[in-house]
């Protein structure tokens, strides 16, 4: 099988700053966006994971730390 990866949807770390019912905002390196939450239990500082503009997963500081290193070194 042969994957297309110009449809690929990646998913990069963000730390909440915002919670505003049940959307975030999140910061990015050099961006900001507004995620919905899912089943998560998430606070203002945690880093977690989005795919299709859902939260999918808390990280720890580390686990973000080393998901943007990498996406970085890519």
Do not use: T
Request: glycine share 8%; net charge neutral.
């Amino acid at each position: 099988m042969i994957f297309d990866l110009s449809i690929m949807c990646l998913a990069f770390p963000g730390k909440i700053k915002k919670i505003e019912g049940k959307k975030v905002l999140l910061d990015y390196p050099e961006d900001r966006h507004y995620a919905l939450i899912g089943d998560e239990k998430v606070k203002v500082g945690d880093y977690v994971m989005v795919q299709m503009g859902i939260i999918i997963k808390i990280l720890s500081k580390g686990e973000a730390q080393s998901a943007a290193e990498a996406w970085n070194a890519a």
